[in-house]
């Protein structure tokens, strides 16, 4: 495509990487060329890029399409969803999910990036409810020293949570950061 | 959220108001100056052929994207001292500054220079912001910028070195100079004055004239204010043969680069034989509108874009 039908929104391929134009400048001396100053963000991993570029280059469009899907379940090499449209599996291999697969849980809701028939990467929810699967019982003492103890989630995620948390007990986590949000359910 | 239409027109109405005020205080400073209006064809058969200009097709003419081939017409016939506001289109050209279709302010009169036109836009600029009330010091995006003339003057020459290191008269480098112009030299004039950048090399002349003790510079000027460019002035190019030639490189140009087949603007060209000495200058309408609301953006100033349209 012609650098001049480039929007904010535009998704380019440059050298092989997709990036989402986050920002266009349009600047053109009345009687010169006109200048595109863009912000590429990297689609892989979020980085973003200042470029300049001016009338009359040519640039490649990224075809990018996000589908909703559902995580299905791990067969021991790849990650399985199912596309809720028309029910189509993908599967995924540990390296597309990375550390999301810690907040990845059977049956949760995704958004996975395809360029074109191939996947970029997935989105998970920014809030997900998982079980604690293992966490060391409090002691008196550790209740009036320590804010946090260490505990696992059913995904082996270690995450420090409040001491009143338990075993079984289902926490929120915010999956940008990482780090527990609240408590939702316990275990009677 | 997005914004619906009623609720945008609501937010722009004192800018569009402001705009009303200042197409009125303009006319009215034009007149009093013995300048008369004149209109001019929009649909046009011919362009003046220009590179970095792409105009829009209509059934095998254009749409206007200046007034400046008919004005000279006129000014070659012995009309003088005149004035134009009219729509102009230029495809593509779409930002915060730019809308394909906008307002363009021509004026015109012989026995002038560049420099001259380059005083009336003081004069001019100054009277519309006295009778806006505002006086001579606006603020523009959290910046006050003092009008008061007479307004800071540098060569291309001298802004190059300074800004971006090199010397546009002795490096042909048409490209180079378009992006450093916007990325340093621009952003490097003073944030609370006016600035005059004058004397391009002979190559950006345009329709201006050389000077003719001195031919590798031409008698052109632009004006900046709040790191917009506001007007573009030449003293005007009188060598019918010269502009003949400068239209075939810009036709050879766009034919090569873009493939795009363009007519010379033949009845131009006769008329130019008999340009008087003269000069003129065409401003933005739209961004002098823009610097006296203090608005980001061209769609702050314009009731429908080509994107509300």
Same mark, same amino acid.
């Given at each position: 495509? $012609? ?45 973003? =890029? ?41 599967? =995924? ?23 074109? @028939?191939?996947?970029? %990467? ?11 699967? &293992? ?54 | 959220?997005?914004?619906? &239409? ?17 197409? @009125? ?67 593509? @050209? ?27 836009? &003081? ?11 505002? %006086? ?91 790191? =917009? &460019? ?8 009188? $060598? ?45 309408? $739209? ?23």
């Amino acid at each position: 495509m $012609d650098i001049g039908d480039v929007r904010k929104g535009s998704k380019l391929l440059i050298n092989g990487i997709p990036y989402n134009i986050d920002e266009a400048d349009f600047m053109k001396p009345g009687k010169g060329r006109a200048i595109y100053r863009l912000k590429l963000r990297n689609l892989l991993d979020d980085s973003t =890029l200042d470029y300049t570029y001016h009338s009359g280059e040519k640039v490649e469009e990224a075809h990018i399409s996000n589908y909703e899907m559902q995580y299905l379940y791990n067969d021991g090499e790849h990650y399985v969803f199912m596309n809720t449209e028309n029910f189509e599996q993908l599967f =995924l291999n540990e390296e597309k999910i990375g550390d999301k697969k810690y907040f990845l849980k059977e049956g949760a809701l995704v958004t996975v990036m395809m360029m074109g @028939e191939k996947p970029l %990467g997935i989105t998970i929810p920014t809030f997900v409810e998982l079980k604690i699967a &293992e966490s060391a019982t409090t002691t008196r003492t550790d209740t009036i020293t320590t804010q946090t103890k260490s505990a696992v989630l059913e995904t082996g995620y270690n995450i420090g949570v409040p001491p009143f948390v338990k075993e079984g007990d289902i926490i929120k986590i915010d999956t940008r950061t990482g780090t527990y949000v609240e408590r939702v359910s316990t275990k009677k | 959220m997005i914004e619906d &239409e009623t609720q945008r027109l609501i937010r722009i109405k004192p800018n569009l108001e402001q705009r009303a005020l200042i197409y @009125e205080f303009t006319r009215a400073f034009f007149r009093e100056w013995g300048f008369f209006e004149i209109e001019t064809p929009t649909r046009v058969p011919a362009v003046a052929p220009e590179a970095q200009i792409v105009p829009f097709e209509s059934e095998n003419w254009f749409l206007s994207t200046s007034p400046e081939l008919y004005m000279k017409r006129l000014l070659a016939t012995g009309y003088d001292r005149l004035f134009q506001i009219s729509r102009c289109f230029r495809k593509g @050209e779409r930002g915060r500054w730019h809308n394909p279709e906008f307002a363009m302010l021509e004026w015109y009169r012989t026995g002038a220079d560049y420099m001259q036109m380059v005083q009336d836009t &003081e004069e001019m600029v100054l009277t519309i912001a006295s009778r806006l009330g505002i %006086g001579s010091i606006i603020s523009y995006r959290n910046q006050k910028i003092d009008l008061t003339p007479p307004w800071p003057k540098i060569t291309v020459h001298d802004a190059f070195l300074r800004a971006a290191g090199w010397n546009p008269f002795t490096e042909l480098d048409p490209l180079r100079f378009d992006i450093d112009l916007v990325s340093k030299v621009i952003p490097g004039f003073a944030l609370d004055r006016p600035t005059v950048l004058h004397d391009y090399p002979a190559a950006m002349a345009s329709l201006a004239r050389l000077k003719p003790d001195k031919p590798i510079v031409s008698e052109r000027a632009e004006i900046f204010i709040g790191g =917009l &460019e506001l007007a573009n002035a030449y003293t005007e190019l009188r $060598d019918a043969k010269e502009q003949e030639k400068r239209f075939q490189l810009e036709i050879e140009q766009i034919e090569r680069e873009q493939h795009r087949k363009i007519a010379m603007p033949q009845q131009f060209l006769q008329a130019v034989a008999h340009l008087p000495a003269c000069s003129g200058i065409a401003l933005g309408m $739209d961004r002098l509108v823009m610097l006296f609301c203090n608005a980001d953006s061209i769609d702050e100033v314009v009731a429908f874009t080509i994107d509300t349209a």
